[in-house]
């Protein structure tokens, strides 16, 4: 449930932002030119439909230009303000630019002044509302995120203080690192280990971002700390009024006053984050309708060859180390788990994965149905959940991601998929650190033309067998 209405709500929103752009653009010129105010604008021009649709889309891309649409909230209302202000004046700079362009000298000069003005306060409205919407939200445990806080001194508890009183950020502290347990003593929140350990921590905690509160005479370990955090995929926070030397690149947010320096992995694609799960959401619903039933046929099937369970279930690790309960049509004997034991020493991989090409446990239709790669079906249900995407890395077992190094946890660091680079790829790689290099390499070049590339290619790789 923490992260599953994201993206959703993010795709409401830019829904929504554009919406009240053609309202407001319509609302004003039914004040300024009365009634008959369409027949006014095909003076100017031919389509006051396609004019509508092109102003709202330039509204919303001027907010996502300016980070509006980041997987993050803002954390005060005051920095989400002056970015509108930014993206409101870009809007502005664009239209007249496009008026000087098209040579479109009859647009009413007043009207403009009017109309970006109204925008501006119309969308700060507009998310003055939503936060007390989200806020609503984040207490009921929707779309939350874990902050580990290093340093337990007076500005760390103050620090994670202040997070958890903007319920409408969502943020939950999980706890303290620092080498002197005593400072976490008292306050509601654990000592989980000291400095040292935060590689560790990272590793068996589910954490979304590190904070780092540390004082003037520890900032030596600020640099490695946030080193850590970033290799293994996670937000870094600043406090500014500890900030003594700059980062090569980051963005300043502010939380009560105080600026925090935001290090954020990777390229902010939002936008197109949105688009893949809408995409991911459609797609899995139309798959499970159109397959529903060949899937009743398979369940059939497996029921009436030894007579055990349809579905195999497991508990995997997504996104950033949160577990959540696979679905696999079940291609093995009903006492594999228990004879995994027996098997380890035939293992073919390197590394973090168990593989065995002629698996004894797997049942004469259970081959089948791995061949056509039919029993990874059920794993439409996930997507649609939430807990994974179509394509991505695919899902750990727990057991597996206890034994990463650091950087093989930045694979964590994206929704688990179905299908990812390295299986369309079709290698028979037997070391694990080649795995991870592929789902790091998607990671990083990730983008929606990926994706269909992906998609693309595992259709016809299943249908044969590959």
Known sequence: MIRRHSATLRGLLMLTDGILAAVVLVGLSVLRFGDDWARWWRQIISDPVALLVVFSAGWVLALALNGLYRPRARW????????????????????????????????SR??????????????VATRATLRLAFRQMRTRGMNGRYVLVVGAGPRGQAFATTMEQHRELGLKVVGFLDDDKTYADGTRWPWLGRLADTERIIQEEIVDEVAICLPFSQWQYVDSIAHVAEEAGKIVRVPMDVLEHPFAAGKVEELDGTPVYSLVTGPDRAVALIVKRVADVVLASVGLVLLSPFLALVGLAIRRGDGGPVLFRQTRVGLHGRPFEILKFRSMAIDAEERLADLEAENEIEGHAFKVTDDPRITPLGRKLRRYSIDELPQLWNVLRGEMSLVGPRPPLADEVSGYDLW?????????????????????????????????????????WLDLQILARTIPAALEGR
Do not use: C, N
């Open 76 to 107: 005060s209302m005051r920095s989400e303000a002056v970015d509108l202000l930014r993206a409101t004046g870009l809007m502005a700079i664009a239209t007249f630019a496009v008026l000087f362009w098209f040579k479109l000298p009859d647009v």
């Open 110 to 123: 007043l009207f403009l002044l009017i109309l970006f003005p109204t925008m501006f306060v119309v969308a």
């Open 408 to 448: 093989h946890r930045r694979r964590l660091s994206m929704k688990p998929g179905i299908t990812g680079l390295w299986q369309v790829r079709q290698r028979r790689e037997s070391a694990f650190d080649k795995w991870v290099e592929d789902d790091l390499e998607y990671i990083d070049r990730w983008s929606l």
